[in-house]
């Protein structure tokens, strides 16, 4: 069993910053590239960011240089630095994991999201 749970949403103003967790737990061998996702009431499911396990980052073009994505390997953790912080990003924020199991199984894994409300 493995789980991804997401931590950090809140209410933010406009231009202010907040920081998301995505925790990995469970029968984990390894992890591969693991990504955030959002999204906003009627709209699809959109990539934010992604990294790679050689820690090459993506972003999406709505938040180049104002979103950062990093990971903590070592516990297994994937953050999402948000700053600038606009209405638009508002959205529930999902994390995705790429993860090969114990038992030898690679599979694709989502967490159950996280509301991020940015608003004054």
């Known amino acids: 069993q493995v789980q991804l749970v997401e931590s950090g949403g809140g209410l933010v103003q406009p231009g202010g910053s907040l920081r998301l967790s995505c925790a990995a737990s469970g029968s984990i061998f390894s992890i591969h590239a693991m990504s955030w996702y959002r999204q906003a009431p009627e709209k699809e499911r959109e990539l934010v960011a992604s990294?790679?396990?050689?820690?090459?980052?993506d972003y999406g073009d709505s938040v180049k240089g104002r979103f950062t994505v990093s990971t903590d390997s070592a516990k297994n953790i994937m953050y999402l630095h948000m700053s600038s912080l606009k209405p638009e990003d508002t959205a529930v924020y999902y994390c995705?994991?790429?993860?090969?199991?114990?038992?030898?199984?690679?599979?694709?894994?989502w967490g159950q999201g996280t509301q991020v409300t940015v608003s004054s």
């Open positions: 995705y994991a790429n993860i090969v199991t114990r038992l030898g199984f690679r599979q694709d894994y």
């Open positions: 990294i790679s396990t050689g820690g090459t980052t």
